[in-house]
């Protein structure tokens, strides 16, 4: 069965610190990968997405997430979080053979200014 | 470009009481998702239109909950009768193609209370 698991369910950090969001899934087949966002009183939006090639992937406000095959793993990362990545952070996997999307638990990050 | 329109954004009833959620998807996009999201956890499918068609209705409890799409284009979810546990915000997206790559668009979400 597919599945996601979000290594943290909430994160705290200093303004300027770094950050990695761990996301592993199950499934046997190919698979397209997700990072959404919800920021607060906001609805649900793409960050940052991997189809195929380059497993280092660019999102949007300087997210990135590589996928790494072998560890069935597509961990979110940002060099330097602002106060305004405070938000919940959703990890989705697309199996391409069932259609289906299945989302993690999510990831609460708190930001201090 | 509108994007996923819900209503209403909040409702409040008391149990055993019928609810439903509206939604509009994206113009173009034919394929339209339900999904559950309770307090401190991911969103889960309900259920999924491709058109008209429910094509994956797996996961919805049909004793009480029921969706249509009748002109393949917006959706209503209904709930009859409601109970406490399904207090939660039901979100609606929607994607374009039929099946489609996995990518979602969301609208803001509906959030029941049933009191």
């Known amino acids: 069965a597919q599945s996601v698991s979000q290594h943290n369910h909430h994160v705290i950090l200093s303004e300027a610190a770094s950050l990695e969001l761990g996301c592993n899934y199950s499934y046997g087949g190919t698979v397209n990968l997700f990072w959404y966002v919800q920021y607060p009183g906001q609805h649900l939006q793409l960050l940052l997405k991997y189809f195929s090639g380059d497993p280092l992937v660019k999102g949007i406000k300087g997210f990135e997430a590589e996928f790494i095959k072998s560890k069935f793993s597509f961990n979110l990362r940002k060099p330097s979080v602002q106060w305004s990545d405070t938000a919940e952070y959703f990890c989705a996997v697309f199996g391409t053979g069932g259609f289906k999307t299945i989302f993690g638990a999510g990831t609460r990050l708190f930001v201090k200014a | 470009e509108a994007g996923v329109v819900q209503s209403p954004r909040y409702k409040i009833i008391e149990k055993k009481q019928p609810v439903a959620f509206w939604c509009n998807p994206i113009?173009?996009?034919?394929?339209l998702y339900w999904y559950l999201q309770n307090l401190g956890q991911g969103p889960e499918l309900l259920i999924r239109?491709?058109?008209?068609?429910?094509?994956?209705d797996s996961q919805l409890p049909k004793d009480r909950f029921s969706a249509e799409r009748l002109k393949g284009v917006d959706s209503t979810l209904k709930i009859q009768p409601a109970e406490l546990g399904d207090s939660a915000v039901y979100l609606c997206?929607?994607?374009?193609?039929?099946?489609?790559?996995?990518?979602?668009?969301f609208g803001e979400g509906s959030r029941l209370t049933v009191l």
């Open positions: 997206a929607s994607s374009l193609g039929q099946s489609g790559t996995g990518e979602l668009f």
């Open positions: 113009s173009g996009h034919n394929t």
């Open positions: 239109y491709e058109n008209e068609e429910a094509v994956d």
